[in-house]
């Protein structure tokens, strides 16, 4: 059989070693060398341009269903949990804990909910939601089983390593946040972040006024591509008197977009996370959807105050 390997970035280091595996058990090896940050973003094109007869994709589970034969290699990992009793000073004050992590760790759920439950706290874990498919799993996009149960909770736990997946989940919820990072054991509560987002997405929102001119990115990746919501915003902004245009690629260069001088802001329908997590990239503001309907909103009330001074 012919194989295309892709790996994300933190397991490319495994790459050789699954393809030597595979090979000697006779099957020809190709390996994507491309970046892949997630199942929403399969090698899809370069499996079928070899030709080849199954996409293995390791580190995540499946995504959405695609018109492809993927095998999902989930990756799990046995982090220590001794740093939970770390936690404990922080979780003082809160009876009802949710919990959250990533899916290299959802296998250590009941462990970490068993421990909790040993100090007498009572923990609660969502049901998977929409991409996610584990219960307690959390997506960079998908943080239903945190946003689920935050009317249930006391305070929240993340537990795993990084900070792109607790930011997600934490502006989604409105509880205390702690992250419990087994790998820099380090406890953190990052419930400032609420703020630090709020005031950038208001700077976006506000940095856009005046623009006239509108960028809409729509990605070709096979879990992150939205043509649908690109048009619909075209035709709003076009309603509205402005300009809008789709942009598309697969990954978006920030350096190539920059080169669109003739653009006054971008807005964004790929992983929603491009927008939230580095917007000092771009040397125009970078909105989401929702932050573009703000933006013309405000735009049609300034132009109604106008007529009526008039
Ligand atoms: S957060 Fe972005 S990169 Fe991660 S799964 Fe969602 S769309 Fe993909």
């Given amino acids: 059989m012919r194989i295309l390997l892709q790996f994300p970035e933190g397991l490319k280091q495994k790459a050789l070693e699954h393809a030597l595996r595979l090979e000697s058990e006779g099957h020809e090896v190709f390996i994507s060398a ?4 997630g199942a929403c973003d399969l090698a899809l094109d370069e499996a079928k341009n070899i ?27 046995d982090a220590d949990l001794s740093i939970l009793d770390k936690s404990l000073d922080a979780l003082a004050k809160y009876n009802k804990i949710g919990l959250v992590t990533t899916i290299q ?3 250590q759920l009941d462990d970490i909910k068993s421990f909790y439950e040993r100090h007498n706290k009572t923990v609660i874990i969502g049901k998977p939601y929409g991409f996610a498919k584990k219960k ?4 960079g996009c998908d943080i239903g089983s945190a946003a689920s149960i935050d009317r249930e909770v006391d305070a929240f736990v993340y537990f795993g390593g990084g900070m792109f997946h607790p930011l997600g989940a934490l502006l989604s ?23 630090i987002y709020r005031k950038r997405s208001r700077g976006r ?22 043509t649908q919501l690109g048009r619909l915003i075209k035709e709003k902004l076009s309603k509205a008197n402005l300009i809008g245009e789709i942009l598309v690629a697969n990954t978006f260069d920030f350096d190539a977009l920059n080169n669109m001088r003739e653009f006054d802001a971008f807005v964004n ?6 927008s939230v997590d580095d ?3 771009l040397s125009k503001p970078l909105l989401s959807a929702n932050e573009l309907m703000e933006v013309i909103k405000m735009k049609q009330e300034i132009v109604a105050m106008q007529n009526s001074k008039a």
């Fill in 34 to 37: 491309s970046a892949s940050y």
């Fill in 51 to 77: 030709k080849a007869d199954k996409l293995i994709h390791f580190g995540h589970g499946e995504f959405h269903k695609v018109d492809f034969n993927v095998e999902y290699i989930e990756y799990h990992m």
């Fill in 105 to 107: 760790h959802t296998h």
């Fill in 136 to 139: 307690g799993q959390i997506l």
């Fill in 173 to 195: 919820t409105t509880k205390p946040f702690i992250v419990v990072e087994p790998y820099t054991k380090q406890i953190e509560n990052i419930d400032r972040h609420r703020e």
């Fill in 205 to 226: 929102i506000l940095g856009s006024i005046q623009a006239k001119k509108f960028a809409i990115l729509v990605s070709t990746k096979n879990g992150q591509n939205n």
């Fill in 269 to 274: 329908t790929a992983c929603p996370r491009i």
């Fill in 279 to 281: 917007p000092t990239r």
